[in-house]
C-alpha cells in the first residue's frame, strides 16, 4: 500500500474526536504497510501541527478553506494532493463534507469508494483492502472488498481508537486554486449542544410524551447528562419538535454512547437509527413495547413521574463526582 | 425544465434479513421490495413540483431487472412522464452511477435527482459519482430545493444546522427528508402509468471495484436488565460503574 492521506477539517479552530480519530486510523494503516500518514486540513486553525501527536507523519494545510459544498472544488485538490503524493488510500470521517466528495473522488482516482467503515483494514494488498461496515439499517454488517490505486473510504465513529504517541509536526501549506461554483448565501447552525450526529449522550422523547408542553424534563434530563436531544418521527411530524432532532429510518441514524428512549414504543424504523448505540435505557409503560428487546436496561412505568426522578438521580451523582 | 430522478427498489423495512451461499448473498426469497422512500417521497415529488411550477418533463430512471418495473410503473402513477430501465442488476454504487451518467450523458438533463441513500445498503454515493462522471456540481442532502432564473437555490444538511446554497444548473442533487411530502398515486395516475413510455436500455459491460465478500449478523443483546421505577440511583450507578457510558 502506498501513503495515506487523511482528510480533515478543523471548526472555530478546532478539531473534532472524528477528525482526531481518522487521523489514527491513517497512521495504523500506514504503521501496517510501512508507508507514510500525510495529513490535510482544510479550515483555520493554528493547532494544524498537533496532529503529529495523533499519528500524522506530514502535515498538509490549504492556504484558504475550500467551502465543503464546492464539492468539485475540494475533490480535484484532493485528488492532485493525491497524485503528487503517491497516495494508495485515502480517507476521512463521515459527515457532510464526505457524504458529498467520497463519491465523486473515487471516481476521479478510479478506485472504490466505502461509506462508514467500521474497523481498520484486514487483507491489506497493494491494491486492495477489506474494510466492514453495517448495512441493511443495522441489521448486518458487510466485509467488503475494495480495490484500486486509491482507495477512497469516510469512517464511522471509533473505527479507531485516538493514539496519542507522536510529536507536533511542522505544518506546510498548500496553494488552493480554481474559483467557486457554488455560492454559500447562509450558514444556519440551529443548536447550540452538541449536533446529534456527533453526540455521545442522547435522551429522546416519542409519542408517549403527549404533548409538546411536556418537554421541559426531557430538556431537564438532557441539561442534567450534558446530552442531546432527539425525538421518534411522529413527533416531528407533528411538529412537536423541529425536524432535526428526528432519528430512525427517515431521519439521522445515530450511535452514541447512551441513548435513553422514553415514550418510544420502539417500531423497526426507529430502531434502524439508534440500534447501533452502545447503551440503550428504555422508559416505557407497556411491559411489551418491542424497545424493551432491543434494550440495556428497561424501566417500566409512567415516564411523567419517572423522568424526573431520573433527572435527580443523575443530579445528584454529578454532584458528588464533583 | 428537463428533470431526471434517480430510483432504487430496497427491500421493505420490516423485512427479515437473512443470507445464503456461506453468508456470501442477501436471501431475497419472501422479501418484499418498494420504491427507496428517499427517492419517492422526496427526489420524485420535488420534481414534479417544479414541473408544475417550471413546465417540463420529468423522466425516471432505474438501473435493475425487468422484475422491478412494477416500481418504476409506480413512479408513473405518482406523476413521472417517462422512464428509463437500464436492463442490468448492478452489484455497486460505482457501476449504477455509471449506467446512468452514460444514458444521462447524451439527454441534457438541467437537474438531476435521486435521494440521499437507499435504504439497505445506504452507500449514498450514485448521486456524488454521477456528478463527477458528468463534472457538474453536486450537493449531498438537500432538505430544501427551488429553481430560480437558472439557479438552484437549496438547504444542504450539515452538523446541527443547514447551509443555503445557489448554484447554477445543471446540478445534480441527492434528497432528504424534508424536501417535498409524500404524494399517494391516485387511480387516474395508475391508469395512465400503463400508457407512459417505459424505454430499456441495454447496459454499457462494467466491473466493479467494490464487492462484498460476507455478511454477518450482529451479536445478539444479552437482554435487558429491568430496573424498578423507584430506583433510578441504580440506573444511574450501572451506567457510571458497569458501563461507564456517564
Ligand atoms: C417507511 C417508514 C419509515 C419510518 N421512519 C421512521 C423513523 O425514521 N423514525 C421513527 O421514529 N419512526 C419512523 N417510522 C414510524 C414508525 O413505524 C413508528 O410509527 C414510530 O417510530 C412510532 O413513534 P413513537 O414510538 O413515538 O410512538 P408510538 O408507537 O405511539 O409509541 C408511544 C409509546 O409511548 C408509550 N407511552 C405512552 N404513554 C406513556 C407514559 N405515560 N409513560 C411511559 N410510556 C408511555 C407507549 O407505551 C408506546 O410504547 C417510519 C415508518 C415507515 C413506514
Ligand atoms: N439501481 C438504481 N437505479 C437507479 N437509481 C439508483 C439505483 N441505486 C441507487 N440509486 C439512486 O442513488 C441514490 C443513492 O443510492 P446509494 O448510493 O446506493 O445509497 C438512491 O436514493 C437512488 O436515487
Known amino acids: 500500500m502506498k501513503n495515506i492521506l487523511v482528510a480533515i477539517e478543523s471548526f472555530n479552530g478546532e478539531f473534532k474526536k472524528s477528525g482526531l480519530q481518522a487521523v489514527s486510523y491513517g497512521k495504523e494503516v500506514a504503521l501496517s504497510t510501512g508507508a507514510s500518514c500525510i495529513v490535510i486540513v482544510n479550515g483555520e486553525t493554528s493547532k494544524a501541527g498537533s496532529l503529529g501527536i495523533y499519528g500524522a507523519d506530514r502535515v498538509l494545510q490549504f492556504n484558504k478553506p475550500i467551502s465543503p459544498a464546492d464539492t468539485q472544488a475540494l475533490t480535484n485538490q484532493l485528488a492532485e494532493l493525491a497524485s503528487i503524493n503517491s497516495v494508495g488510500m485515502i480517507v476521512m470521517p463521515y459527515n457532510s463534507t464526505a457524504r458529498g466528495i467520497t463519491g465523486r473522488l473515487s471516481i476521479k482516482m478510479k478506485s472504490g469508494c466505502v461509506t462508514g467503515v467500521q474497523k481498520l483494514p484486514t487483507n491489506i494488498e497493494s491494491e486492495s483492502v477489506v474494510v466492514s461496515r453495517s448495512v441493511f439499517a443495522g441489521k448486518a454488517t458487510a466485509a467488503i472488498k475494495v480495490s484500486g490505486p486509491c482507495i477512497v473510504l469516510s469512517l464511522s465513529p471509533n473505527a479507531s481508537q485516538l493514539k496519542t504517541s507522536g510529536n507536533e509536526v511542522a505544518v506546510e501549506t498548500i496553494e488552493v486554486k480554481g474559483g467557486e461554483t457554488v455560492k454559500v448565501v447562509e450558514s444556519k447552525i440551529v443548536t447550540g449542544r452538541t449536533p446529534l450526529p456527533e453526540a455521545e449522550l442522547v435522551v429522546s422523547g416519542g409519542r408517549g410524551m403527549k404533548d409538546p408542553s411536556n418537554w421541559g424534563i426531557i430538556e431537564d434530563l438532557a441539561e442534567a447528562l450534558g446530552a442531546t436531544t432527539a425525538c421518534s418521527r411522529p413527533v416531528a411530524d407533528s411538529h412537536w419538535r423541529p425536524h432535526y432532532e428526528h432519528v430512525g429510518q427517515t431521519g439521522i441514524a445515530i450511535k452514541p454512547n447512551l441513548y435513553i428512549a422514553i415514550g418510544i414504543s420502539g417500531a423497526i424504523q426507529h430502531l434502524a437509527g439508534v440500534n447501533n448505540s452502545k447503551v440503550i435505557v428504555v422508559i416505557n409503560k407497556d411491559p411489551e413495547a418491542p424497545f424493551f428487546k432491543a434494550a440495556d436496561y428497561g424501566v417500566c412505568g409512567d415516564l411523567f413521574e419517572i423522568v424526573p426522578r431520573l433527572t435527580e438521580a443523575v443530579k445528584k451523582f454529578k454532584h458528588s463526582n464533583t | ?246
Open chain 2, 1 to 246: 425544465m428537463k428533470i431526471l430522478v434517480c430510483i432504487s427498489a430496497t427491500p421493505d423495512t420490516t423485512s427479515k434479513i437473512s443470507f445464503k451461499n456461506n453468508d456470501s448473498e442477501f436471501n431475497t426469497d419472501g422479501i418484499q421490495f418498494i420504491l427507496n422512500p428517499y427517492d419517492e417521497w422526496y427526489a420524485l415529488v420535488k420534481a414534479l413540483e417544479l414541473k408544475e411550477k417550471l413546465g417540463g418533463t420529468v423522466t425516471v430512471i432505474h438501473v435493475g431487472p425487468v422484475q422491478n418495473e412494477p416500481m418504476i410503473r409506480k413512479a408513473l402513477a405518482i406523476g413521472a412522464d417517462d422512464a428509463v430501465r437500464v436492463n442490468s442488476t448492478p452489484s455497486s454504487s460505482y457501476e449504477t452511477a455509471h449506467q446512468i451518467a452514460h444514458y444521462a450523458g447524451s439527454q441534457n438533463y438541467e437537474l438531476i435527482l435521486s435521494g440521499k441513500e437507499t435504504i439497505d445498503y445506504q452507500s449514498g454515493e450514485v448521486g456524488s459519482m454521477i456528478s463527477e462522471l458528468l463534472t457538474l456540481p453536486y450537493v449531498a442532502f438537500a432538505s430544501q430545493l427551488d429553481i430560480q432564473n437558472g439557479l438552484a437555490i437549496c438547504n444542504r444538511d450539515i452538523e446541527g444546522g443547514v447551509e443555503v446554497l445557489e448554484i447554477k444548473l445543471p446540478v445534480v442533487i441527492s434528497a432528504s427528508k424534508g424536501m417535498a411530502e409524500q404524494r399517494i398515486a391516485n387511480m387516474k395516475g395508475i391508469m395512465m402509468a400503463k400508457s407512459k413510455p417505459l424505454v430499456i436500455v441495454e447496459p454499457l459491460p462494467m466491473a466493479s471495484n467494490t464487492s462484498i465478500l460476507s455478511y454477518s449478523l450482529p451479536p445478539a443483546k444479552k437482554g435487558v436488565k429491568m430496573i424498578d421505577a423507584d430506583h433510578m440511583d441504580e440506573l444511574v450507578r450501572m451506567l457510571h460503574e458497569h458501563d461507564k457510558v456517564i
